[in-house]
């Protein structure tokens, strides 16, 4: 039922519109027109000026003909990453790329034209099914930020899916935790060939910190990075100040707590073993630490209606579907924070974030059938 040539169609004609996040105005008026034309009550939120963004989430309530059954979220974001400005999809066989010079952009707009297909073909073949609400969201690749300014109380479901993923037949379910860091080391300015003695280098502690602490993986549930360091003026100068700025994931909310307090203590243990006297006063290294939550872990349980719905929804097209957790955030785990059990299915978007990006026309229809059976299915089972 799903009519593939829309859809790729959709597909490229949104590949071509420019939307890096902040600037996902164009996309969103395309996609807004869409939407009304499918008979949906559609407006953007105040998103876009709380970001700093030139649009706001966009949101729709599209009613089915089951007034009974349970209301269902379909979700997917509308920025890209960079390089990610005048992409041209080029398509070999159903095999889509970009030319090579930026991204594909099939992350996130494979889930978005997904979504729009399965509201067409719903309307077109008359089919059953009960409210759908959509959320198109800005600037999930700079921290989720839009879906974490979306008021869902002005949602009618509960419970729904992100189209978010990789590869056909998963559903991630359970996803990280994350903070983000800023550290400043401070240490105190001297010159380094007159003087060298009466400074303390802001640097080399930085260096002593970061070397002393438990990075990359940690264990199967945690990871860790430094990822960011800047400091320093010039070569004759003991630098006074280093700016590291990094993060820590965690499926545990105890072992991301435990990691972030180790990261501190290494660059606090490695500033209080430098100071100096100078003229009868001491002069003490420190350290500034600014961590931030940066967003919660989805957590959908195995046994929960929704895991049950897609598992069923797949059998019917003969796919078997896996839960699986992974080390990335998305709007799934905002959405889930805020009350909701919303888990993440795939699209068939591929080294997605890479001028190498590809998706395969098949895995993009596939999870178009997938999505499909999945709302009629909750509309059938929720009506009863
Ligand atoms: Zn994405």
Redesign the pocket.
Known sequence: MINEERLKNLLIELIRIDSLSRKERDVAMRLKRELEALGAEVWIDDAGEKVGGNVGNLIAHWDGDSPNASPFLLSA?MDTVAPGEGVAPVLKGTILKSDGSTVLGG??KSGVAIICEVLRVLKEKKLHCGALDVVFTIC??AGLIGAKCLDVSRLRARTGLVL?SDSVGFLFTKAPAANRFEFIVHGLEAHAGVCPEKGISAIQIAAEGVSRMKLGRIDAETTANIGVIEGGVAVNIIPNSVLLKGEARSHSEEKLAEQTAHMIRCLEEAAARHELKLDGQVFRAGMEAKVERDYDRMNVADDFPLVHLVRVAGKNLGIEVKTQSTGGG?DANVFNKKGLEVANLSTGMRE?HTVKEWLDLNDLYLSARMVLEIVQLNAAGSAE
């Open positions: 974001h992350d996130d999930e690749e978010d998305c997605i």
